[in-house]
């Protein structure tokens, strides 16, 4: 860590234990890593689990697991420790409580005297009316001392215009509207996330927040609270929302966007997910469009973060997705397939012995690895392994009229792969051989019979690399089979 944050770079990812962690969060997540990475500063992962009512039991587990897939690690995190531990919030109840306590001794923060029915009809009144509901205007005169089973709220020290400066968004200004007396504890004893990030991004040390648009609206409250505390505010970075492949609406938990592992389990390579998730609301500077997160590390920048809602788009994830596959060294590569092969066929006889032999067959198709599944299910894979079962009618090519024509070139193939030497039985010896026999008789009239005879299947790689893949033995010996069928 000796070379970390030599410019006081301090950043940290909060997400809310309050369900499974989706693309938004993942990028938010990322951007927020890649910045500290840049800056050679400090990444702090804190879990924000103060809204008891909305917790998800296991949801922060399923947070760093998804940040571990993807590679992002933290520098302190409520797993590691650091410095400012705890790093779960309501760990950390004490803290909040004497922030709660500086306010109150400087008048900024006092006892809710309203029950949550008086401020319900004070808010539906102001609805009525027409108005916007603004707690501060019922702010009572006088205050009782505060014994925490009533909800602490906030006194705004000044209803006044705030302007600031947002890294993606620029010069920024929200006028009193947008101020009240918001809760600092709930009755329940917890604070709220409105004060209690506040707290923790001042005791942490936190210098840039980064996280979703949505909050930009609330930043007047914030940098009220900074005001009351007399704590120069962060920086601020609020991050476009992703939309959805429409272009209109936003990706959000409750659009039904993905969890992030649902990716892992469908064959998603972490490193492709990365590439694909850092370019969804930034840019380089150029097209370059592949990178190591190194790379991503020397020129991510948040200037670069566009304003408008990026859009997920499926095919391009499987562009990347592909993209990093054919990448892959051939032994993760066939850990991956071993991974996702349908029992199926992994139980065939001989599966163990050719699995290897169509592993150029499975990269060339898939675009992720559950794909394997598919071409399971449309009769791809099992060939390799067993004879095809087909009626003899399905070797004749659509435009030929004399199933005897099909039989005669089925045994003139059988003559010439005959005659290819068993060490030289490949792709392009095999085409060598058979091509000349192909064109003039009709490709269609000829290859067609030589790769159902070989596959069993309408749809499958061309018939000299099966014939080489199935090697010279066992090609041989299905073309016979075809031909005796006739
Ligand atoms: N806990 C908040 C959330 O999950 C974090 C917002 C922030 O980064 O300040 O949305």
């Known amino acids: 860590m000796s070379q970390k944050n030599n410019n006081n770079v301090v950043v940290r990812f909060a997400p809310s234990p309050t369900g499974f962690m989706h693309v938004g969060n993942l990028r938010t997540a990322l951007y927020a890593w890649l910045w500290a990475k840049k800056n050679n500063g400090i990444f702090i992962l804190r879990i924000e689990d103060t ?13 760093l697991k998804v940040l571990k897939w993807i590679g992002i690690n933290w520098d302190e995190g409520p797993d590691i420790g650091g410095p400012h531990s705890p790093y779960t919030q309501s760990e950390r109840l004490d803290i909040y409580k004497k922030y709660a306590q500086i306010l109150i001794e400087k008048g900024l923060a ?8 008086e401020v319900e009809n004070l808010r539906k009144k102001a609805e009525e009316e027409k108005k916007a509901f603004l707690y501060r ?44 007396d918001f809760i600092l504890i709930k009755s329940d004893g917890y604070p709220t996330y409105n004060f209690c990030h506040i707290v923790d991004d001042i005791e942490m040390g936190i210098t840039h927040v980064i996280r979703g648009q949505e909050y930009i609206s609330s930043i007047p409250k914030y940098l009220s609270l900074y005001e009351a505390l007399d704590v120069k505010p962060p920086i601020f970075a609020c991050l476009p929302h992703i939309l959805g492949s429409d272009g209109n609406k936003k990706l959000g938990k409750r659009d039904g966007a993905k969890d992030c592992l649902e990716y892992k389990d469908e064959g998603y390579l972490p490193e492709a997910f990365l590439n694909f998730l850092v370019l969804l609301g930034w840019h380089p500077s150029d097209d370059k469009e592949i990178f190591t997160v190194e ?22 994830l499987n562009w990347f997705n592909k993209k990093y596959i054919q990448m892959l060294s051939d032994k993760k590569f066939s850990e991956f397939v071993d991974e996702f092969m349908p029992a199926e066929i992994k139980n065939l006889t001989n599966y163990n012995e050719k699995v290897e032999r169509i592993i150029p067959i499975i990269k060339e198709r898939i675009e992720k690895f559950e794909d394997i599944k598919d071409m399971h299910e449309r009769g791809e894979l099992k060939y390799f392994f067993e004879r095809p079962e087909y009626n003899s009618k399905s070797l004749m090519w659509k435009d030929e009229k004399d199933i005897q024509n099909t039989k005669k070139y089925l045994e003139e193939i059988l003559n010439i792969l005959n005659k290819i030497q068993d060490n030289d039985f490949n792709s392009v010896s095999i085409k060598d051989a058979v091509w000349n026999f192909a064109t003039e008789n009709g490709k269609g009239n000829v290859l067609w019979p030589m790769r159902y005879a070989l596959s069993g299947i309408d749809k499958s790689p061309d018939p000299f690399i099966l014939a080489s893949l199935l090697g010279k033995k066992d090609t041989l010996s299905r073309i016979e089979t075809a031909i005796k069928k006739i």
């Open 110 to 117: 006092y006892a809710d005297p309203y029950t949550e029915e």
């Open 51 to 63: 809204d008891k009512e909305r917790e998800v039991a296991g949801a922060k587990e399923h947070i």
């Open 295 to 316: 790379e991503l590390a020397n020129i991510f920048s948040l200037d670069r973060v566009q304003k408008a809602g990026a859009r997920w788009n499926d095919e391009k």
């Open 137 to 180: 205007e019922h702010r009572p005169e006088k205050f009782d001392k505060w014994d925490s089973t009533k909800p602490l709220r906030f006194k705004v020290p000044v209803i006044k215009n705030y302007k600031w400066n947002d890294l993606v968004y620029g010069d920024l200004s929200a006028g009193p509207e947008a101020l009240d």
